[in-house]
């Protein structure tokens, strides 16, 4: 236990005195497995009867706090790595609609301000767009010739919520590396927790202590504010504000201009109306609209 501790800081330390992001992210990443070993260690000591469940709870608890602050400096610096020193994942953007166009038009404003993905081109199952050109990126081809083309990463862009989830499943089972879309002028908290496959558009800002899951759409001028927890694949249309505490279930649809007061949750796979606010709970798979939001389904 005291080795991987110790591990976990003196990684850190190691990682930081490197010249590129990408060997600081190897080095942040044993601190978290480090982590890991310290809380699998806590199991151990439990089941042998060094520790009481108390003290292996603390010990979880601050094994997931400490996991959850370091990870972000990793995906900042993968999102923001100068392409001289880095590998430069070479980035297919699956969709070519208008929601993928808003995708390509991120990952290049943030390739020009030093982030190491560069998007190469999209694949679109619409054939009318094959060998077309879209913002200087050709559409090469169907999503099913994935492998055909070489790439180091992908982005799921089609808006749809749950077909962007089963793509994302069904890519990720394949083992590829799906990146974000992050807008240089969106504004992060540095302990945001980002899954993968995330869109955060131009305006977007999201507050301290916030968890983003994999897949999710934050789009244009959305506010997110602290300790907010928002599920994989779900979506926010422009101009959605979230109080803080605020909980989004898997694959849900917030409507343009909607509001969501403080310490709200909202269920899986449901949606909330263009322009209302949420002032109660609202259950999974339902729609509520107005102000307050009322359930109609
Ligand atoms: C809430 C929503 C999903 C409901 O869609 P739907 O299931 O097709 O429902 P309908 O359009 O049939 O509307 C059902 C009822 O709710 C009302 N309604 C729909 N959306 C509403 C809204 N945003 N605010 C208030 N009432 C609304 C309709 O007027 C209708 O009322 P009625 O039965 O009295 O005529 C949809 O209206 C919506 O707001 N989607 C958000 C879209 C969005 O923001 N897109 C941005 C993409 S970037």
């Known amino acids: 236990m005291n080795r991987a501790v110790n591990s976990i800081s003196l990684n850190i330390a190691e990682g930081s005195a490197k010249s590129s992001n990408k060997a600081f992210d190897y080095h942040l990443e044993i601190a978290v497995g480090s982590t890991f070993e310290v809380v699998g260690g806590s199991f151990l000591a439990l089941d042998r009867g060094y520790i009481t469940q108390q003290e292996q709870q603390a010990l979880y608890d601050e094994g997931e706090r400490l996991g959850k602050s370091i990870m972000p400096f990793a995906i900042h610096s993968a999102n923001h790595q100068p392409s001289a020193i880095s590998h430069m994942p070479k980035v297919l953007i699956l969709g070519a609609g208008g929601h993928a166009q808003v ?35 050709p559409v090469l081809g169907a999503i099913a010739q994935l492998d055909e083309f070489d790439h180091g990463a992908v982005i799921v862009a089609i808006g749809d919520n749950r077909t962007r989830a089963r793509l994302f ?61 928002v599920g994989n694949h779900a979506q926010f249309a ?31 796979w449901s949606a909330v109306g263009a322009g209302s606010v949420v002032t109660k709970d609202i259950p999974a798979h339902a729609t509520a609209v107005g102000m307050p939001a009322r359930v109609i389904q």
């Open 103 to 137: 995708v390509a038009d991120i990952l290049m404003r943030a390739h020009e301000a030093g982030s190491n993905c560069e998007p190469i081109g999209f694949l679109d199952d619409n054939p009318p767009l094959t060998e077309t050109v879209i913002l200087g990126l």
């Open 238 to 268: 422009p101009g959605v504000h979230l109080g803080g505490d605020v909980t989004i279930g898997e694959g849900t649809v917030v409507g343009i201009g909607a509001s969501v007061i403080s310490q709200r949750t909202i269920g899986a």
């Open 169 to 229: 499943e069904s890519v990720r089972a394949r083992g590829e590396e799906v990146v974000n879309a992050v807008h240089p002028a969106a504004v992060l908290a540095p302990d945001v927790c980002l899954g993968q496959g995330v869109m955060i558009c131009a305006g977007v800002v999201v507050n301290t202590g916030t968890v983003i899951g994999d897949n999710v759409i934050l789009n244009t001028g959305c506010t997110v504010d602290h300790h907010n927890h």
